[in-house]
């Protein structure tokens, strides 16, 4: 949501307990130079009912619970991903060898973390997802909590930034010469991680931006 003013919240509701239409608040708001994100995330905090006086509508807040549920969430998410994408370099070095490196066991102590990793991690975040996702159904007022937006912006600003550098790398080999389909596999996997999950958390904004 846009961050508003004291004066422009002031406008709308004496404007709304006058009895102006929402019409001709944005229009007349549009004329002094306020953006329509800002006067819609106004004009959206009040119910549009048949009441002589402005009836504001529930609004999300912050709470301890609700932190602690979003923290968890997306640090199993990040955890999650990370060993993952660690599994499957894993298995790429086992498939495709480096004769330069010593041939290692398949079952290293990478690999082995990062299988206990997502045996514990992933389960977590599946869960709390879950559980996130029934309240949400139950309060949809709580899409639109803090924690969560800045949660999701920051996840969509992790992965932007790795596929951005994923994609760097990439044309800095080819440019090289030196893209063999080891480092090929390598690349492509970071771009299903980072890019699934962008795609994901995107589609969830729009998602809301809709429905509101």
């Known amino acids: 949501m846009a961050s ?10 004496e404007a709304l307990a006058l ?3 929402r019409i001709a608040i944005r229009q007349a708001l549009a004329s002094a130079g306020w953006s329509e994100e800002q006067t819609r995330g106004v004009l959206d905090g009040y119910a549009d009912v048949d009441f002589p006086v402005p009836v504001p509508k529930p ?7 609700e932190a602690f549920q ?18 499957l370099f894993d298995l790429i070095n086992h498939a495709f060898p480096d004769p330069a490196a010593q041939s290692r066991s398949l079952f290293g102590d990478s690999m082995r973390f990062s299988v206990a990793a997502l045996v514990i991690a992933f389960p977590v975040f599946a869960w709390m997802s879950h559980r996130l996702g029934i309240d949400v159904a139950r309060h949809p ?9 800045w949660l999701t912006y920051l996840t969509l600003f992790v992965a932007a930034s790795i596929l951005i550098g994923d994609m760097t790398t990439l ?7 030196e893209a063999t389909l080891r480092f090929l596999c390598k690349v492509a996997v970071v771009a299903v991680i980072a890019g699934g999950i962008f795609y994901y958390y995107m589609h969830d904004l729009r998602r809301e931006e809709v429905e509101a």
């Open 4 to 13: 508003t003013s004291p004066e422009l919240e002031t406008f709308v509701r």
């Open 19 to 21: 009895g102006q239409s």
């Open 59 to 65: 609004r999300a807040s912050l709470s301890a619970k």
């Open 70 to 87: 979003y923290l968890v969430l997306f640090a199993t998410l990040y955890f999650s991903a990370y060993h993952l994408g660690s599994l």
């Open 141 to 149: 007022i709580k899409r639109l909590s803090p924690v969560r937006r």
């Open 171 to 177: 044309v800095y080999n080819l440019l090289g010469g």
